[in-house]
């Protein structure tokens, strides 16, 4: 069984003026314990509004209108906000994006992770605490006695490990990162990447890292949601995404990302930008940008519904049995 | 690519005083530098596209920043054109006679003169544009500093190619916004207009693609490699992106601690690494493609500080070949096939 299975979740914010913007829509997808899954797209595409869902921490604005967001099950939309408690962070934790840098500057490193066990269900005395901080920092690759230092004395790459120690601190089964390479230096972001690697193979978690960059989905997951405009636009393995991509989305998003194997070879930005959530195409969101659909009626008009096109392998477009031909 | 290097830089230094506190004078500490570039050399031809990569700390911004002489280097020249930047940025007359004369102007206006050839574009499209000011007066604001035009015809028609040639079409579209009204991709090509308007020879381009997404990423690169065909002008990209540097630069330096380990051409750089550095930060790139996944060199902590530089070769405490000798001497660069050249004993 998925330890995570998300089902037609949408997701609308509620603007001063009374107006309901979608800004996720009918976005699906399951995750098994020990897998990885990337979730990619443009900045607004709705990635980190689908993450937040996942824990209840939308913006007060924010309304999940439907779907079910089963966790081992159990609908994380139907339960109360005290059950809720017990399963954010033991069951479903998070690194946030650029937490790092949130770190409390006055505080040592030790402090704010043991603040991050002595979650209020997490029986625990304050000296087991602090072994189990220092476990914590071990785990990551810092050695435990830094943990008595403050963030100035750490360098970005150990804040972001330290970081990525809190959010490990309740034994959770599925991580979720936002961009938890972004902002770092090259050799920084592998050192993070083979960390996450080997605390999702020893700790058997369950991966879901939200990024803009393709190079890293690429390098450590196991399916892909490329999302578009708030809906899911192809949903697949990632062989099958990076090497017989489907959506014309897919398609130009790869083709616009610079790859170090073939230096020199050519890039194509796509042209356009992403919808704006108050202004949505009537039918496909990627029709105005997309090279297929201009003349296309049933592009202009019709939201195209995602269909399994193989096993495992989702995708939105109405095209798609054109296209192949 | 033509012969005549527009930027030679000549065995450059910048350090900068650490400062020395009473507690330091009274253990008798000797004063202490950073050794942000340390002795870096290279040439830059008119025309070409040349990356200079590296992690934070490397010495890349500090190169270009010694180049438009907002510093002034420690030692070393800095040429462009055939003129002595460092000279310029001193204040100090030159020997010989410029077109312009350099020699006897002020410090401010040789600066000046240097910036109408040698423009640069910042990272943060979101923080380098004036959030009150029209994208017009952004973009025209060069032109009045440097008395460029007379009238105000002359100055709607420069603004206009320059907003035009960075791919805000039409121009007239554009120029009564204000920055927020555009997108992230649009601001940064009002920063290259920015510094297009006044026809620099020579564009300094500072991570200008870090802070965007991906698609708009491949656009102003795209932008970058147009302006050099349509205008001729010459780039030093300055990044940490292997990636985005080998799809449209020429040649690429690779720094480490103040120093070039590596220069070559781009293709031949990435594709067959020489120094152990550069084939560590190649081989950690990511390649899109789960089939393509490479052995990772990952090499262990961070950048050391500059202010102790390793003795030997700086890279040999991060280095999984180094040897012995590497501990004591300095390695020359080698040459390892024309124009490809590394710093490394082991070669």
Known sequence: MSVLDVRDLTIQYLTEQGDALLAVEGVSFSLEQGRSLGLVGESGCGKTTVMLSLLRLLPEAGRITRGQILFNGQDLLQISEREMRAIRWNGISMVFQGAMNALNPVRTVESQIIEAIQHPDMKINSQQAVLRAGELLELVGIPAKRGKQYPHQFSGGMK???????????????????EPTTALDVMIQAQIIELLETLQKELNLALVIVTHDLGVVAEMCDEVLVMYGGTLAEYANSDTIFNDPRHPYTQRLLRAF??????GSELASIPGSPPRLDDLPPGCRFQPRCQFGEEQPICVQQRPDSIEIAPGHRTACHLIAELER | MSNQAILQIKTLYKHFPVA??????????????????DGV???????????LVGESGSGKTTVGMNILGLQVPTRGQILFDGHNIADWAKGRLRPDGSPEDLGKLSRRRQIM???RRAQMVFQDPYESLNPR????????????????????????????????????????????RYPDELSGGQRQRVVIAGALVL??????????????????????????QNLRLAHGITILYTTHDLATAGYFTDRMAVMYLG?????????EVLKAPCHPYTQALVSVAPVPNPRKRRKRMILQGEVPNPIQVPPGCRFHPRCPLAEERCKQSDPPFVEVTQNHKAACLLL
């Open chain 2, 20 to 37: 020395h506190t009473v507690k330091d004078r009274l253990a008798r500490r000797p004063h202490q530098v950073v050794h942000a570039v």
């Open chain 1, 258 to 263: 610079p790859d170090i194997a073939e230096p």
């Open chain 2, 259 to 267: 120093r070039i380990v590596e220069i070559g051409p781009t293709i």
């Open chain 2, 133 to 176: 000011q029209r994208i017009f007066d952004i973009v025209a604001e060069p032109l009045e500093i440097h008395g460029l035009v007379s009238n105000r015809e002359e100055k709607q028609a420069r603004v206009r190619a320059a907003l035009e040639d960075s791919g805000l079409v039409p121009a007239d579209h554009f120029w009564n």
């Open chain 2, 199 to 224: 026809e620099p020879e020579l564009l300094i381009a500072d991570e200008p693609v870090s802070m965007l997404d991906v698609s708009i990423r491949a656009e102003i690169l795209t932008l970058l």
């Open chain 1, 160 to 178: 972001q490990r330290a970081v990525i120690a809190m959010a490990l601190a309740c034994n959770p089964s599925v991580l979720i990162a936002d």
């Open chain 2, 41 to 51: 050399s290279f040439d830059v031809a008119r025309g070409e596209i040349l990356a």
């Open chain 2, 113 to 115: 003169a240097l910036h």
